[in-house]
C-alpha cells in the first residue's frame, strides 16, 4: 500500500510530461480529495501544455473549463479552454448543459467574441433572446427572425422592432400567422401614433377658429351655447396634446386663451344685455300668464251671465259685482302694462253694464230671432232687375240688425250670431258680382256719354241716336245714387237728342246726293288695285249707312241708286276675288295636312316615355307651318284654328305640366340653396351649390312666365355664395403670404447657417429643423406649394452634401481601421492611439473585442476569398480554383436559406479567425484593396 503511494507520486512528479499525462489519465482521481488538489495544482502549475490539457479533459467540467480560460497563467491552455467553452456552449461536445447554466453564464461574462456564431447556433427561445440583449444589435434582428423561426423569439423582435421599415422588413420574412397580424396590427399602431400629432393638431386649429368665429356671431344665446360646445371639445382634445411638442402645446394653450379672452371683452355689453333680456323675459312670462288668467275669468264671468240672460238661471247680482270689483282691484295691481290693464278692466265694466241690462238684452235676443227668420224667408237678386228691388230692404235689414246687436251688448247667442253671418255671406256673394256688374255698367254710361259728347262736338249726329239708345238703357238699370251722380250728363244727352231728331232730315240729303256722285265717279273711273276698290266701295257704304235718313220723298230714289252704283263699282273686284278664292282653296288644303300632321303627332304621343326638347320643337315646328300655310276664308280658318289648337291641347297641356313640374323641382332647389347659405364651411357651400347647379340643368325649361325669375332668384344665391367663396379665397391668399413670408424667411437663415458650416453636425440639425418645418408647412390649413418646394430642395441638396461628408468619412474610417490593423500585426491593437481613438464608438468596441487566439492560414485564405467574390473582387490566379469551390459553396448557401451577405458583418468575421501576423499581410492588402476602392 505505501510503495504504491510512492509509485503514484513519482508518475505526476516526472519530469517527462508524458508520464505526467499517464498518471494523470490513469493513476489519479478526482474522486479522491488529495488527488483531485494535485491535479488541479498541475493545471494550474505544470509547464506542459498537454499536461493542463490532460487534467483539464479529465475533469471535463465546464465551470472548471470557463475558471481555466479567464485565470490559467499559461496562454496557449486558456486558448484552448476557451475553445472547448464555445464548443460546450454551441452543443459540439458531449457535456452538455442546462438552460439556466447557460443564462448564468451570460450573465457573468462582460464582453463574449463568439455571441453572434452563439445567436446563430442556439435553438431555445429564452437563451436566443438573452443574447441578442447582451450583443444590443438592433441591426441583427432581421438575421435573427429569419434564423430563429419561433413564435416566442420572433414576437420578442417585433415587440422591440420601433419603425415601420423594420417591421416591414420583418413582415416579409414572417411565416407563422400570428406573427404576421402582430406586425401588421404595430405597424397599424404606429402609423396612428405617427398620424395623431398631426390630427391633433389639426383639430386644435379648428376649434380655435370657431371659437374666433363666435365674434361675428350677433344672437349672444347661440355664442353661448356654440361656446360651451367647444370648449367641452377643447377638453377632451387637451387629453392628447402629450403627443405634441410642448412648443406646440404652448402655442395652442396661449391661442385658446387668447381666444377667450377677446370672447370675453367682446360680449361683455352683450353678456350684461344677456342678464337683463332674461330678467324681462321672466316678466314677459308672468304677464302671460297673468293675461290667460285673467281672460279665463272673464270668460267665465261672461258665460255665468249668459246662462242667465239666456237659460234664466238666477244670480246673486251683489255676489257677481263683488267678483268682479274684485276682479278689477286684481287687474290693477298686477305687473300688466297700462293699456292691458285697461283693457280687461273695460271688459270686466261691460260684462258690469250687462248685469244692469239683463231685461232689455232678453228682448234684443226675441227681436234677433225674429229679424233671422224674416231674412231667410228672402231669396237673394240673381240679376241687376231684382238687385234695384230688393237691396233698399236688406240694406234697412242690417241696420235694425245693427240697433239689436247694439241693444245687446254683445250677449246675442253664438247661433243667432252664426245664423246672421250665413245670411250676410250669401247676399255678400250674391251682391258682389251684381255690384261689380253694376259699376262696370256705370262706368260704361260715363264713357258712352263722353262718346255721345264727342261725336256731337264732331258734327256726327246720325250715329248719336243709336249711342243714345243703349246710353238710356244702361242707366236704367244703375243704382239710385248712381243715377244721381250721373244725373246730369243725361238729362242733356236727352235734350240733345230731341233737338237733332227735328234737324236729322234737313241734313242727311244734300250729304247722300253728295255722296253718290263720287261712288259715279268711282264706277266712270275705278282704281287700278282691285283690294284699294273695294275698300274705297267699302267705305262709302259706312259713310252712307252714318247719314241718317233723307227726305221722305226722295229717301228711297236716294237709296236706289246707291245700291246701284255700289255694284257697278265693286264689279272689277270679282274677278280678283274668284282668283284669290282659288289661292285660298290651296291655303285650305295645306292647312288639312297639316292638320292630319298633328292628329298623328298627337296619337303618337307617349306622355311616360317623351323627350321634351324634341316635343317642344315638333309644336314650334307646327306652329310655324301654320303661320305660313296662307289665308282662307275668316269662317273656315276660326273653325281649323280651333281644330288646330284642339289636337294641339293635350299635348300643350302636358308641356304646361312639364313646366309646373320643373318650376316645382327648381323652387325646391331654390329653397336647398337658400339653406346652403347658412352653412358654416364655405367649401362644403360651393360643392353643395355646384351640384344644384347641374341638377337645375336637367330639370329642364319651366315655361316663360316662370324660367327667368326662378332663374334670377337660383342665380342671387348662387352668386351670393361665389362672393362668400371669394372673399375666403382673398383672405386665405393673404394668410399665405404672411405665413409663406416668414417660413421663407425661416428657411434662409437654415440655408445661412448650412452655408457658414456645412459640417455633418450642423446638416443633420439643419435637416431635423427642415423636417420640422415641412410638418408645420403641411398642418397648414392654406396649401404653400412655395414653401414645400424650397424645403424640398434644401433637403436634397443638404441630404446629398451629408451623403458626401458620410461618404469621406467612411473612407476615413476604413483608411484608420487599416491602419490599426497593420500596426498591430503580431501584437494587441493599440487602444490609446490617435487613429483608434478618431474612431466612432462602434468601431472602438470591435476592434478593441477581437479575439487574440491565433489562425489557421488556410481559414484566412478562404474567408479573403469569400469577401472578394462578395466584393466582386478579382482574385490572384494561383486562388482561382479554390475561389470557384467558395463560390459555388456561397451560392448553395443562398439558395437553400435565402441569406444575403453583409460586406462589413463578414470583414469582422474575417478579423475574428484570430490575431493578424506577419503571414496575413498579403490578405490584409486584398482586404484593404476591397473596402478602400470599392
Partial sequence: MIFSRFRNKSTWQSKDSNTRISAVNND??????EQKDILLSLLAKDPNELVRRAVLIKFNDFSLWQQTSENNDDINVRDYARKEVVAIILNQRSLKLSKDEKLAYLNDQPTLAFLETWLKEESDPQIVIAIYQKLAKPQLALTVFKHHNHIEIQQYLVE???SIDNLEKLL??????????SIKAKIITIKIEQEKPIKIAKRAQLILAKLLALKD??????VLEKQASLTKEWGDLTTDFTCLEESQQLTFTTKYQDINDQLEKIFAVKAELFAQQKIADALEKEKQLLTKQFAEHIQKYEQSLSDAIFNSIQIDEDEFIQQLTQLQATIDTSVLAAKEKHTFIKQVEVIKNKLSKLPEIAESLTQATHLISKMSQHAVPENLTQLREQEASYQAWLENWQLISEKSNGSLPDSI???YQVIVNQWDIALKPLHQQQKQNFHQVQRKLNDFNRLISQGKFNPCFGLFKKIKSSYELLSGQQQHRLEREFTAAQEKINELSDWEHYVSTPKKQALLEQINLLVNVPLDNPIEQASKVKAFRQQWNALGHAEDDVEQELNDKFNHACEQAF?????????????????????????EEVATFTANFDEENVNWK??????NQLKQKWRDAGEVDREKYKTLNEEFNTLLKPIKLAIHQHHLNNKDEKLSLIKQAEKVLAEENIQVAVDHVKKLQTKWRDIGYSGPKDENKLWQQFRTINDQVFARRNEAQNKEKEQAIQMSNAFMQSLVEIEQKVSTDNSSKILKACLSDLKQLKDKVAQQAVPLKAVQQKIETLQVSFQKTLTQLKQQERVINWQRVFSILTESIDSPIATDS????????SWQKKLANLTSESCDPNDRLAKTIALEIMAKVESPDEDKQQRLAIQVELMQSHMSSGETFNLEEQFFEWLNLGQLSSEDKPLLARVHKIFIET
Avoid at 489519479?28 to 480529495?33: A, F, Y
Avoid at 324634341?614 to 309644336?619: E, F, G, N, P, Q
Avoid at 490617435?834 to 464608438?841: E, I, V
Wanted: glycine share 0%; hydrophobic share 40%.
Fill in 28 to 33: 489519479l482521481d478526482i474522486s479522491n480529495v
Fill in 160 to 162: 422591440q422592432a420601433t
Fill in 172 to 181: 416579409k420574412k414572417s411565416t407563422i400567422a400570428e406573427i404576421t397580424e
Fill in 217 to 222: 356671431v350677433s344672437d349672444y344665446q347661440t
Fill in 417 to 419: 250670431v252664426q245664423s
Fill in 571 to 595: 264689279a272689277p273686284c270679282r274677278l280678283f276675288y274668284a282668283e284669290q278664292d282659288k289661292i285660298r282653296a290651296n291655303h285650305l288644303t295645306n292647312r288639312l295636312t297639316i292638320l
Fill in 614 to 619: 324634341s316635343i317642344d320643337a315638333k309644336i
Fill in 834 to 841: 490617435k487613429d483608434f481613438n478618431a474612431l466612432p464608438m
